[in-house]
């Protein structure tokens, strides 16, 4: 976060919109962001499914509207979030998953929805979001990455594959070619290190047990 955001006392209110926040650091973030005094839409596949973290962040003042970054009516749930407040300051793109699984193991499904979610996502997403960017001369996204991009780590091959991209051409591209930086766009990617809670949602392993030649790995 930009420093001028880390004191609700001395700035303006950002609206910031968060992807992911049934668990983990979406939810906490999205707790985090609303303690110092910012606005929250927080966004979840499927609200029903969290409903006192939805109470949580609806107590505080935030909104919770469902929104799949891999849904085909993504536009359409970008736009009734964008609507809550007509305008979004900070695009947290926090929504992933890891599959994990030895190479010669990995389904195409598997390292299919690990980029559909956590690179063809944030893509969509910040798509949508850059026109309105522009226009406010302003704004923020940043896009929850992973510190096994930097250094390997067993079975996330694909994982880190899918974080990768964003990190890499995608980041590059918008900060030079598109000239984002001209409009006052700020583009960041945050390394994670492995958190205490669990991660992604989706594991892929054998069906005796761990991927073979990772028996004795975390996975
Ligand atoms: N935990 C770690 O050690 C670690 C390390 C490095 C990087 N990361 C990254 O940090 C971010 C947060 O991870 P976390 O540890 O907090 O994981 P988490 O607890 O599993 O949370 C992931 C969130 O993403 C959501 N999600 C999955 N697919 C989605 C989709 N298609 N559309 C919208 N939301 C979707 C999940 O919602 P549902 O409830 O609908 O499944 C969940 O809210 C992720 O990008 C992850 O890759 C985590």
Redesign the pocket.
């Known amino acids: 976060m930009t420093s001028n955001m880390t004191n609700s006392s001395t700035t303006t209110s950002k609206v910031f919109l968060i ?10 973030l999205a707790n985090a962001v609303l303690k110092f005094g910012h606005q929250v839409i927080a ?4 609200p029903v ?2 409903p006192s973290a939805v109470k949580s962040v609806e107590a505080q003042g935030g909104t919770w509207l469902p ?5 085909s009516a993504l536009e359409d749930q970008f736009k009734v979030a964008f609507d809550v407040h007509g305008r979004i300051d900070v695009l947290v ?6 599959v994990a699984g030895a190479v010669e193991d990995f389904p195409a499904d598997g390292y299919m929805a690990m980029f ?3 690179f063809f ?1 944030p893509v969509k997403l910040t798509k949508l979001l850059v026109p309105y960017l522009r226009e406010q001369r302003g704004g923020t996204i940043v896009n ?5 991009t930097w250094s390997g780590q067993p079975a996330l091959a694909f ?1 880190a594959s899918s ?1 990768a991209s964003l990190n890499g051409e995608w980041l590059l591209f918008l900060d030079s070619h598109l000239e984002l930086k001209d409009h006052l766009v700020d583009i960041f990617y945050s ?11 989706i594991r892929h392993k054998r069906p005796d047990g761990r991927p073979r030649g990772y028996e004795n790995s975390i996975y």
Request: aromatic share 2%.
């Open positions: 992807t992911g926040c049934s668990t983990g650091l979406g939810l906490s966004t979840s596949r499927n499914g969290t929104l799949d970054v891999t849904s793109n926090n929504a992933g998953i890891a559909e979610t956590n996502g929850i990455s992973s510190a096994s994982y974080k390394i994670q290190r492995r958190a205490g809670h669990r991660v992604g949602t």
